[in-house]
């Protein structure tokens, strides 16, 4: 074969391959999912450091919605949604310990994620798709919850918090997992100080991001990344190139440092060639984690308190969508959405078809991030706090049926999850019923939740018809799982995970005596 | 001559005029006031609903600067600080009735702007400059203290809030003014529907502002244009075709016209080609007015309380610089500012050396604006509220030398400035002395000012020592003006202002009584 034709071949299949990636491949997914970082925490969203350059250039190229909600003011059950598509009250990652308490996983808890439940990974994997997950797992830390038993091909992170030191005696230091073998413990092998803040842990975890998309694009082998760093949960902390360098703290400092891993993975997609071929969502687990105080804790910007609970500072979270060539850049849509629809949305995309013996509570959100069209205007937003629906989202309007910050008990001690805000009679310190007379606000007039509108209005009465007509289908409607998170035991901790032996780094687990775990708030 | 070279001569000419426009003219300045709008009011600076396109397109193609102070947290000493470029207890707009108490210039005042003040249009006179006041004046209502007296060669507007509507008994209706005669009142010849928020007095300003725009371009006169818009200070107020359009209610609505506003005037200097010779400031007179409750005040943001008060809420404003050709495009400087630099700023600018016989506080920002360096990295920001300096920052750190929201009086009676915030021993009700012991924040980790730095640490000595030596030359080298807010007078409200004979609109002034008015925040 002569030189031109062997070219007009090769030209001929680039255009095919070229064509074939554009047209009918689906895309490959990176979830970004940060920890407690809160709504305001980015300078687009009005952070006034404005220290979230690659965020801001993110949502320049791509799609912001201001409007996205957790399913949870909590890490795990919020997590558990992502990779359901479900509410925690149907997918089991909530207690019925007590009423309306929030639970997670620390290490003595007994259970994980329901083996009865579908996870994204499990589902791309029909498609052939490989997934990792780097950083925070957070769905059980026991061998059968763990990542690689439930869909995921690839894990670098931890199973839990990266709470401690611990002296292993007592309580051990959490493991750190490659894939299915721990590869040491947090404060050990994995150093993070408390006293200074430093930890090069995201830049590990930057790293193994990077080399998993490196690795699947060698490969032709599309991708599911869940990067789920952690850098923003107390206690906080950042690498030493990134410590001090903030206008705001060692907190800012953990932000930069994220916020720079966001700009290399995305450059990196571009580098390969691939950002066209990838959708890429960045977003939290839940609001600011006000309680740790100024140092360790971000900023939920014009909203009502934070973390742990179900006003907008605890479950409105920053939200980017981009995909070149796909989703407009510099646009911004309203649409009221869920880190449940991710699960729903990812399927969409890669062409499958979502589980159909379940409800999902997860929308597909492609129309709109493709055409920026608003489809679902009557699209609630449940906030559960455990068992129990707290309030509920429909347009602009939120209904508070209960409401709680925490007990008397625990704020005296210090425990605030709105310092500096008091609302009277929404933000309480008993657990207040008000599902006969709901407190009723409009987030676009009062996005603060400060002034409930009153009950002698016709507005009030039209609203209050609307939602307890999707409060009443969504109760009538609804199944809930057996709650996982019930019970504990001091012999289930991360005593002595798999490939502690090869370490010597196994510890002996005390004898198991299990009891219903308490969930103070 | 032939057809040829007269072209040649032409083309000459222009190009010559061209050159001195780029090179040599001093730009005409346009400074946009809003009222009682709040720094988190705009998209850009993350309010939930992003509802000023034209703001944050400003912000994209100009200087966003997110720690940008009023001198004031009330309306008629930040507007006399503006023109001034000093600070109220300097220019004599303030009131010694009442220790830290807020004064302005309701219709029973009897003072105004001081004849002994230098005002920034008087100041470019000296250039040629003409200028235009369209809107909100506030410096005084009797007639030597008006805009055409005192500088301004135009002025449609009025000289007190948008209050009423009144009798024309007990109390007139405020005059709206067309140069140095009213031509109506309002709630009379110009309408504000206080059920419906309609009103067509923003489309007036607007027109009025592009016709000044439009006449001193055609006579290649530079200019000066203030425009004080007022649809965003209670009650709030929007045409018909913007009523009803945000998600905001009705104060969202008077945002949206003023952002309109803003496009059209920046639309038309590029229309008329001269948005490389003017320069645009664009700000707010001081913070969201939280008092006047969800539907007719703005946002702060993550700030604490609002107007009245000399926490951020109070005193940080949103502002924007835009000068296309000048100002690099999207660029965001950190420098503490002040309402008072744009007196200095817009001097230098205009090639005027600034008055020498009196202490200016108003910095040149120029080489900041035209090159993004910062220059005064040691200038304090200065909160007054009265004849008392109750705050103070430096670098990212501020002192409350004093705290005060109202009475508690007041605050029984409803009158609330920080509606839904509450910072123990911060936001107190009684007016607190910290002097010898100053409340610090440090407003990058803190902005919210909720966590006041322990007195224990170095950090707080360190500031503490710093700030005390900025307060101590500051008040060493204090002269404080004449205060101008002390007396009261009904005889002097807007019964017969130049121009009621003509309209038959003069009503008879009771006889003289004056008082000390009562400030009572």
Redesign the interface.
Known sequence: MSGPTLTFWCALLCVFRAQKIETSSPPNFVIMLMDDMGW?DLGV??????ETPNLDAMAAQGMLL??FYTANPLCSPSRASLLTGRLPVRNGFYTTNGHARNAYTPQEIVGGISPDEILLPQMLKKKGYVSKIVGKWHLGHRAQYLPLKNGFDEWFGAPNCHFGPYNNSERPNIPVYNNSEMVGRYYEEFEIDKKTGESNLTQIYLQEGLDFIYRQNLAQQPFFLYWAADATHAPVYASRHFLGK????R??DAVMELDYSVGQILSKLRTLDIENNTFVFFTSDNGAALMS???ESG?N??F?CGKETTYEGGMREPAIAWWPGHISAGT?D?QLASVMDLYTTSLSLAGISPPDDRLLDGLDLSPILLNSSHIHQNRPIFFYRGNELMAVRLG?YKAHFWTWTNSWEELHKGVNFC?????PGVTTHEQKEHTLQPLIF??????????PISVLTKEYLDVLSRISAVVERHKKTLVAGIPQLNMCDLAVMNWAPAGCEKLGKCLKAPTSTPWKCEWPH
Chains 1, 2 share one sequence.
């Not at 903030?246 to 703290?249: E, I, L, N, T």
């Not at 310092?419 to 609302?423: K, L, T």
């Not at 409009?442 to 002034?451: A, C, I, S, T, V």
């Open positions: 305001g969203l009005g952070q006034p450091s404005r201001p409007n903030s206008q705001r703290g907190y800012g105080g100024p140092n900023s910007g014009p009502l911004v309203f602009q310092p500096g805000q008091e609302v409009h987030l676009g007039r009062d996005p603060g939740e400060k002034f």
